[in-house]
């Protein structure tokens, strides 16, 4: 009786050991494509996204926060905060008293705009003893309070988003930074179909191309795994920050020119426009109502005080979004003065059309297998992350209980609390005399 005892106190303090190494254990590896809209892998052959849906999680959509543009949306994802919240308002870092405007790719390194007190994942992780990386992903190149990510790699300037080969090599060597240098999180961007979608359109064959290629990608992902003996050990999520619409035109429609509405010269200080379906406005002093009335003639737009806007938007707090704040109907541009814009597709329209949602899948020790998922808003990705990687979550507005159902036993393989009440259980029946 006595060995007993002694045994089960042993396996008791492994699994003390293992809980304590557990988080060190954890990896995840997180992927976005740029724009994949929730229904692209349906008009089109895709085995190994189909094979994932088998062999993992698939939820039937996701929904992107409000202001559904590349930046502020993975954010969201990489914080688990609203727009509102986080503060990256837009694409660009701007700055209505002097009008800067800074353009996307340049403000991915301006840690000014991303730093605004909360802590994205890697950051939370690293200060939990995790050890992350980031490859091209938006967020990654900033420091957060003097503090950056482990490992940063970032894209340049004018690079080409769709070489197939580059994707792999980049799988390969994330791969070897979980298999040889032992990371726990690593972020990976991509920053294609969104290209493609607005340069031809969701519904162009080349959009249909690159998401074959996309697909092929995700089978190399897997044969990879493999290759660096990760299978048992990675978690993957793949994801995205918001669909793709098609932009109207003529003569289809009458397309917005704002500056019909209102001189937008005389009542405005400072504006965001022709940047697809979302748009901002800095009144002049004491225009702010003449500059909303003329909006709200405007046809089809919305325009909002950005005070009076819905909560459920998740926006009106923010404190770096001007003071109005507007949303074209799906596929419009809100161009400002003339139609010079080029795009065949776009988004930054509301979260609720269908257009706008995006995809979520997820594989890997941890998740269940042929699991479908409910939709659900992508704010909740970050306390799932958590979960995976065993850290305590700062401060956020998800909610774990929205996607724990997708994980085996409630995500907590190997030793959790029930091998400990177990344990006990079983002690306290060896001790009775
Ligand atoms: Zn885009």
Known sequence: MRLQVLLLLTAAGCAVGRSLRKSADKKLLLISFDGFRWDYDQDVDTPNLDQLVVDGVKAKYITPPMLTMTSPSHFTTITGRWVEDHEVVHNMMFNTTTNLKVPHKQTLSRSEWWDTGVPPLWITAQNQGLKTASFFFPGGGANYSG???????????????????????????????????????????????????????????????????????????????????????????????????????????????????????????????????????TPRPGMEQEVFDALSMAPNLTVYKKHEMPASFHLGRSERLPPIVVIADLGFNLNSRFIVYVNKGDHGFHNHHMDMKTIFRAFGPSFKQNFLSEPFDSVHIYPLMCKLLQIQPAPHNGSLSVTEDMLRSGGTRGTGPTVWILLLSLLSRLTVP
């Open 147 to 281: 503090q950056s990510v482990n490992r940063v790699v970032m894209e340049e300037a004018g690079f080409p988003d769709d070489n197939e080969t580059e994707w792999q090599q980049n799988i390969d060597t994330v791969l070897s930074w979980f298999s040889q240098e032992n990371f726990n999180l690593v972020t990976l961007y991509y920053g294609e179909p969104d290209n493609v979608g607005h340069a031809k359109g969701p519904d162009h064959p080349r959009r249909k191309e690159i998401i074959q290629q996309i697909d092929r990608t995700i089978g190399y992902l897997r044969t990879a795994i493999h290759r660096h003996q990760l299978t048992d050990s990675l978690d993957v999520i793949i994801t995205s920050d918001h669909g793709m619409t098609t932009v109207k035109k003529r003569p289809l429609v009458d397309e917005i020119v704002l500056n019909k509405y209102l001189n937008l010269l005389k009542l405005a200080s400072f504006e965001i426009l022709d940047y697809g379906g979302f748009g901002v406005l």
